[in-house]
């Protein structure tokens, strides 16, 4: 019964520790703006971010980066994932929710397919 129950207290402080972390690392992640390249690849891939108010830019570019650490994009039928598509696809899709608590919670992974005529 005492290993069942300090197994039970270990198993509680490991999920509180991970909910922590875990918290820490998206405001992390939210509060830290693009790079001048990945700004300048947003810039010319994406026109719209160029007309956006610059009070959600700051917004924008954390969403960007938190949908970046979370979505694994992979390309079928040797479609290659440029730093390009990635930063293209995830600028779109949180300018979606850049001014919401929205979020895409359980997306995790964005197929890419080529084209066939």
Known sequence: MLIFLGLSILGIAALGYRHITTKRRRANLLSTPLTAAQRTMVCNGVPLYNTLPQDLRSPLEGKVNLFLNQVEFIGCDGVEITEDMRLSIAV??????????????????????????
Do not use: D, G, I
């Open 92 to 117: 779109q899709a949180c300018l979606l929710v850049v001014n919401r608590e929205l979020w895409y919670t359980n997306l995790r992974t964005l197929l890419r397919l080529s084209r066939r005529v």
